[in-house]
């Protein structure tokens, strides 16, 4: 471009011609300005420039008016042609100015800006005096892609957007004769989108007082073209509020504002502050001036009030949007969507509510500050939640006028709330509460909130959200497994207050929603029972080992008293007569037991793994703590036995009577040659384990006499009630206790306690066989 700092002959050339682009004129420009003998070349070729840009423009403008008149012409004749033609015609008009103006600077400013207020008057009157709203879109269109088409980037903004607010006010001005929604929502989404999009590449805060005077015009704009729709809609009673805008522009624009005032202390929420109060004011007076014929834009209004006020908390903690907005925006637009019975607007007020989830989500690591529950981490997901749990019941109780598709988001938002819900309150807890107390927290936040939905569905008449109690068992069941994992007794850390609050909600709630799905109710009866029991047996196992210091024994014996405790709480018939078992015996008694049953059954075989010291206590047989216990074990089972025979078990009873016989017998016959073991232990030192005690000759002769003991035991009894069967078995021990003597006995010839066990033995057969003649057949059959 330069030759020894001069301008060469092709630079002007090209300079002359227009084939320079807009940098390298104004490089030109300024060089020519410095070098004397340089600047009456430019001069004269910037005169050329100046005269070939305006006799082009002159001729476009030309064209363009070309295509009005003939438009213009064939508007009855043929209306779409001749609205196309003027639209074209006022695009290149905007086009033509907006190039004088910034490219070919051939217009002032002041005459451009008039040109394009001209323009824009002149387009709003064509598509008014035609009802043309075709025309109206296309002049708005061009006028919005005018500057942006034929941007050079270096321009200012104060311009652009003061020609912008130009051409908001033409749309201001049909508005107020004509109800024109496309209209409306062009000139929404032209001017924030360009808006933004200048603001995330351009806006430093130098701009704030050149910046912010323009957004709070374009929303005083876009909030007054709503309520002209409205009035003029109104008449028809037809989808008179414009959700699109009625809800669209605020949260625009509060996003915008929030870049704005980043900066600012509480700027976020004194702006929140503001709009709620502006939308309150604005839904006083449209009540005041319309009463009940704007009563939709007005609960509108007022919803965005509360919204925005609600919204000023969070903001005024943290100083920072949340993606919380955004739900409640769309939950707005599918109230007034469903009133109205658009569907697309529907659709976007439900897929708002999963997006404002997603965008949450993705800011879940940004600092929530560190005020309990009025942070923005919280109230979001609050607001999340909320936004859909309003629109899942609202769905609900318009089902009949919406889609079955719709019936079926319902359920989805339900537990899309529902999910919010807990999570970010469990979130919140987990946050502020320190970790004794952390899981405590939880169990009675979740009760809490299961009684709150409870009682909501009813007084909204919600059914489906009756359900949502249901989220008490699975905190129940992780608070239970939180405190085996940590190794705590329940009731540490206000766990005793956490569960009765629990317990509290649970019955309350059982009790209240006794009609609903009655098998479930029964099983979630009979569940608390097992719960209880599993409370309060580790409490009092933790209690009792804390208070003998980790004796085996001791423990071991409070595992059983809880359950074998409840179980016979459960076989009283008085009980049975009383609430909460009083609408439930069966759930109670039998769902609720058989497991207490089972599990004292199999703790008696555990329990006869121990060697049952009762330190400090000394040790007696069958008297012990140890062997009582596993005897009331045996007592308080066949009570329950009885009770839930009484209570529809009776049939499974009688198939199974003889298999019950047998394993009551067998775990009898169990438990006293585990006591005779911890007998011997306890009385002659000999180890209690399984190798010593089996080498023994003392262990084994003592079992020799004790089965012969239990076998003349069950021959008489067998003989008295003639019960062949048990006969049979006893008679099966004895013989057993012989093959004993001769394979296992005889190994200790010679030794005090082979002749002791070979003279018991044989006395008692005598005697057995004195005493206890075999049952004849016939009694068999007769028993």
């Known amino acids: 471009m330069l030759t020894a700092g001069h301008l060469d002959e092709d630079t002007i050339s090209a300079f002359a011609e227009g084939r320079l682009g807009t940098a390298a004129v104004r490089q030109l420009e300024s060089h020519a300005r410095t070098c004397e003998s340089c600047g009456e070349l430019v001069t004269l070729a910037l005169g050329a420039v100046h005269g070939s840009g305006l006799l082009r423009l002159l001729a476009v403008a030309a064209g363009a008016i070309a295509l009005l008149l003939i438009g213009w012409r064939l508007r009855e004749s043929r209306p779409g042609y001749a609205l196309a033609l003027q639209g074209g015609g006022v695009g290149i008009l905007y086009l033509v100015i907006f190039g004088a103006f910034r490219l070919f600077h051939l217009l002032p400013a002041p005459l451009a800006f008039a040109l394009l207020v001209g323009v824009a008057v002149f387009s709003a009157a064509l598509s008014v005096a035609q009802n043309s709203l075709t025309l ?48 409306n929502v062009l000139g929404f989404g032209f001017t924030f989108a360009i808006g933004w999009m200048w603001g995330a590449k351009a806006y430093v805060p130098e701009h704030f007082a050149t910046t912010e005077p323009f957004l709070v015009l374009f929303f005083a704009m876009y909030l007054a073209i709503p309520m002209l729709f409205a009035r003029r809609r109104a008449v028809e009673l037809k989808d008179y509020v414009d959700g699109t805008l009625v809800f669209g522009v605020p949260l625009v624009a509060f996003g915008l504002q929030t870049a704005l005032v980043k900066d600012f202390e509480y700027g976020a929420a004194f702006s929140a502050l503001a709009l709620a109060a502006v939308y309150l004011g604005l839904a006083a007076a449209l009540f005041r001036r319309a009463g009940a014929g704007l009563r939709l ?147 009675a936040f979740f009760a809490a909130s299961s009684v709150a939905f409870s009682l909501v569905s009813a007084g909204l008449r919600w059914p489906s959200a009756r359900w949502l109690f249901l989220a008490l068992y699975p905190a129940i069941v992780m608070q239970l497994a939180q405190e085996i994992m940590r190794g705590v007794h329940p009731f540490a850390g206000l766990g005793l207050a956490a569960w009765l609050i629990a317990f509290g909600a649970h019955f309350w709630l059982l009790a209240r929603h006794a009609r609903d799905h009655r098998p479930l109710i029964e099983r979630l ?159 002659t030192g000999l180890p209690f384990a399984l190798q010593p005690m089996l080498a023994s000759q003392l262990v084994q002769a003592s079992f020799s006499i004790l089965w012969m003991l239990l076998a003349l035991g069950a021959m008489v009894v067998a003989t008295r009630r003639a019960i062949r069967p048990v006969w049979i078995c006893g008679a099966a021990l004895m013989g057993l206790v012989v093959a004993k003597l001769f394979l296992v006995d005889l190994s200790g010839i010679g030794t005090l306690e082979r002749i002791v066990s070979f003279m018991g033995v044989g006395l008692l057969m005598l005697l057995i066989g004195y005493l206890s003649p075999v049952p004849p057949r016939a009694a068999l059959r007769a028993s």
């Open 136 to 183: 109206a879109a296309i002049g708005v269109s061009g006028g919005f892609l005018a500057p942006v088409l034929a941007s050079t980037g270096q321009g200012s903004h104060v311009m652009l957007f003061s020609y912008y607010a130009v051409l908001n006010a033409g749309i201001v001005a049909i508005a107020w004769v004509k109800a024109w929604r496309l209209l």
């Open 297 to 443: 834009l007005i609960e509108a209004f007022i919803a965005l009030s509360l919204a925005f006020g609600t919204l000023s908390i969070p903001l005024a903690f943290d100083g920072r949007l949340t993606s919380a907005a955004w739900a409640l925006e769309g939950a707005a637009v599918a109230w007034i969507a469903v009133r109205q019975g658009r569907l697309l607007a529907r659709c976007f007020g439900y897929l708002l509510q999963f997006a404002a989830g997603i965008a949450f989500l993705a800011g879940i690591d940004k600092p929530y500050g560190a005020t309990p529950v009025l942070n923005a981490g919280y109230l979001g997901s609050a607001f999340v939640a909320l936004a859909g749990l309003f629109c899942a019941a609202y769905i609900e109780r318009n089902r009949e006028r919406l889609r079955p598709e719709e019936r079926v988001l319902s359920y989805v938002l339900l537990g899309w709330g529902a999910l919010w819900w807990f999570a970010g309150g469990t979130h919140e807890i987990v946050r502020q509460v320190s970790w004794t107390y952390r899981t405590q927290a939880v169990l």
């Open 525 to 683: 009866h009979a569940a608390g029972v097992w719960v209880l029991a599993i409370i309060g047996a580790r409490e009092v196992a933790w209690w009792i080992d804390y208070a003998v210091e980790g004796q085996r024994v001791w423990p071991s014996i409070a595992w059983a008293l809880v359950p074998a405790a409840l179980l016979a709480l459960l076989a009283a018939p008085r009980l049975q007569a009383r609430w909460p078992m009083a609408g439930q015996p069966r759930s109670y008694v039998v769902a609720g037991g058989a497991p207490l049953a089972v599990f004292l059954a199999l703790w008696t075989l555990y329990a006869n793994t121990g060697d049952g010291d009762p330190f400090p206590l000394p040790y007696a047989p069958l008297l012990n703590p140890l062997d009582i216990a596993i005897g009331a074990a045996f007592v308080v089972i066949a009570i329950w036995l009885r009770a839930a025979a009484r209570h529809g078990l009776q049939p499974w009873l009688d198939s199974a009577r003889n298999s019950l016989y047998a394993l009551f017998a067998a775990g009898a016959f169990i438990w006293v040659n585990a006591s005779l073991l911890r007998t011997v232990h306890h009385w």
